[in-house]
Nanobody, 115 residues
């Protein structure tokens, strides 16, 4: 069974930065398109960034120019560098394959942007 373990969240002031990491348990991670998903309070979970096996990236409009997704296949890890954070970026961040694996949801990592 695939497992994804997220880390790196925390409390940050508006304008600050965080770097999230996601470690995958599968050796075939390198062929997956991977995504970072965000669930804001009271809202549905949404895909905010994705990266293909060929490192083509895609972002939701609200994070373009501020977030950068990357991957290290040798470490089975995907990252999300988040800069110029805004209060609207607050939520629990998850990684999963894109499209998501039903069994791939981990605990997520909480990001809170507040002064």
């Amino acid at each position: 069974q695939v497992q994804f373990v997220e880390s790196g969240g925390g409390l940050v002031q508006p304008g600050g930065s965080l770097r999230l990491s996601c470690a995958a348990s599968v050796n075939i991670f390198s062929i997956y398109t991977m995504g970072w998903y965000r669930q804001a309070p009271g809202k549905q979970r949404e895909l905010v960034a994705a990266i293909t096996s060929g490192r083509i990236t895609n972002y939701v409009d609200s994070v373009k120019g501020r977030f950068t997704i990357s991957r290290d296949n040798a470490k089975n890890t995907v990252y999300l560098q988040m800069n110029s954070l805004k209060p609207d970026d607050t939520g629990v961040y998850y990684c999963n394959r894109d499209p998501a694996l039903k069994t791939g949801w981990g605990q997520g990592t909480q990001v809170t942007v507040s002064s």
